[in-house]
Structures are given as structure tokens and as C-alpha cells.
């Protein structure tokens, strides 16, 4: 069955350090994984994609994340935070099957970045 | 190319009046549609998913329906809104770019606000 992990529910960076946001997931197919950041009070934005090209994915605001099919993981970073990225930050999982539809959403992980 | 359509962008409605909100879609056939909510301080709800026209699958018993009259339209309604449905709803849809890619786009989302 098609599931989303998102291991933290809560991170907290200093600025100028490295942000880290994990995300695993399962699925019987060849997913395609995105990242979604949603400020307060704001709708989803999408930081960045993995649809079978490159493993490597590099995104919007210095965001990437690598697709590890042998780890099934799609794991967020960002070498240097900002305090504007405090956020939160969703991993979403897209695939050909699973009960619903084919949509699975993380629970989500808060950024915090502390001056 | 893919774009989705949600609106209104905010809205205030007394308790017991109706709801209706709607989420359209271009650039795509038969997409897989969602409707999720998001209340305060909580992570994205699946409420409703949507693989063809009039095919509704209700993933949360509430105060909710969904109907989907044409391929690319879903609509989020309600007969008489609760103060417990306040939150942020937000429109999904998930197919196969090319036919073979898994791809997602997400509407802005819809700030409801109950009073």
C-alpha cells in the first residue's frame, strides 16, 4: 500500500545552518515525489518534483532533495536556512495505484529558524 | 500546459448557511480530483477523491459532500456549515503526464472561516 512518512514533525535550525527534512515513502509503483512548503496562512507551493529524470532534484530558495529508490526515501535540504523558510513543509507522493486514488500527502514537518 | 482553478480565495459564512466551492481543471482529461481540508494547527485531511464523473469516494464521515457533474469540475458543498468546519480547503489533481508520469497540481486553496 502506498504510504508518506515524514519522520519530524518539528525541526529547528539556527540561520545559516544546514536544513535536513525527512521524508519516506512506500508504493508499488514508480512513484513521481514532490515537496510543498505553505507559509501561515497561505496556500502550497511547490518547492520541487522527482518524476523519473534526474535523482538529484534542485528546487526553488536553494531547496533539493535526492530520490533514493534503494532507501525509498526523498529526503529535503538546503545547505544555508533562512529565516524566511520557516514554514511548513509537505511531501507528497504520486503514484498509479492505492485506495486513494493516487495522492498521498505527509503529515508535514514544521520549520522553525531561530536568529 | 496543467493548471487548476479554486475559488474564492477566502470566505466568511455564518453557521448554517451553505456552502458551495468549487475546483476546475485545464490542460488534462480525466484527472484523479481531492479535496482536502486543513484545520488550525493540523496537517491535510483527504475528505472526498474523485477518479471519473460522479464517482465519490467520502474518506471522513462530516458535514461535507462532494459532487463531480463534469470531468474536470469537482465541487465541495455543505447544506448548513458548522462552526467546526472552519480551516483551509484545498483542491488536487493527479494523473499521467504523457500518459506514463505521475504528476500532481494543487489549487491555491480556500481560507473558510465559520462564525
Known amino acids: 500500500a502506498q504510504s508518506v512518512t515524514q519522520l519530524d514533525s518539528h525541526v529547528s535550525v539556527s540561520e545559516g545552518t544546514p536544513v535536513l527534512l525527512r521524508c519516506n515513502y512506500s508504493?508499488?509503483?514508480?512513484?513521481?515525489l514532490f515537496w510543498y512548503v505553505q507559509h501561515p496562512n497561505k496556500g502550497l507551493q511547490l518547492l520541487l518534483k522527482y518524476t523519473s529524470a534526474a535523482t538529484l532534484v534542485k528546487g526553488i530558495n536553494g531547496f533539493e532533495a535526492e530520490f533514493k529508490k534503494s532507501e525509498t526515501s526523498f529526503h529535503l535540504t538546503k545547505p544555508s536556512a533562512h529565516m524566511s523558510d520557516a514554514a511548513e513543509y509537505f511531501c507528497?507522493?504520486?503514484?498509479?495505484?492505492?485506495?486513494?486514488?493516487?495522492?498521498?500527502f505527509g503529515k508535514g514537518t514544521k520549520l522553525s529558524v531561530k536568529p | 500546459s496543467q493548471t487548476i482553478h479554486q475559488w474564492p480565495a477566502t470566505l466568511v459564512q455564518p453557521v448554517g448557511s451553505p456552502l458551495s466551492l468549487e475546483c476546475t481543471v485545464e490542460?488534462?482529461?480525466?484527472?484523479?480530483l481531492y479535496w482536502y481540508r486543513q484545520a488550525a494547527g493540523r496537517g491535510l485531511q483527504l475528505l472526498f477523491y474523485s477518479v471519473g464523473i460522479g464517482q465519490i469516494s467520502s474518506e471522513v464521515p462530516q458535514n461535507l459532500s462532494a459532487s463531480r457533474p463534469q470531468d474536470r469540475q469537482f465541487i465541495l458543498s455543505s447544506k448548513k456549515l458548522l462552526l467546526s468546519d472552519s480551516g483551509f480547503y484545498l483542491c488536487a489533481w493527479s494523473g499521467l503526464l504523457g500518459g506514463i508520469i505521475p504528476e500532481a497540481f494543487f489549487g491555491q486553496g480556500t481560507r473558510l472561516t465559520v462564525v
Open positions: 507528497v507522493v504520486s503514484d498509479y495505484g492505492g485506495s486513494q486514488g493516487n495522492l498521498i
Open positions: 508504493s508499488s509503483y514508480s512513484p513521481s
Open positions: 490542460g488534462t482529461s480525466n484527472p484523479n
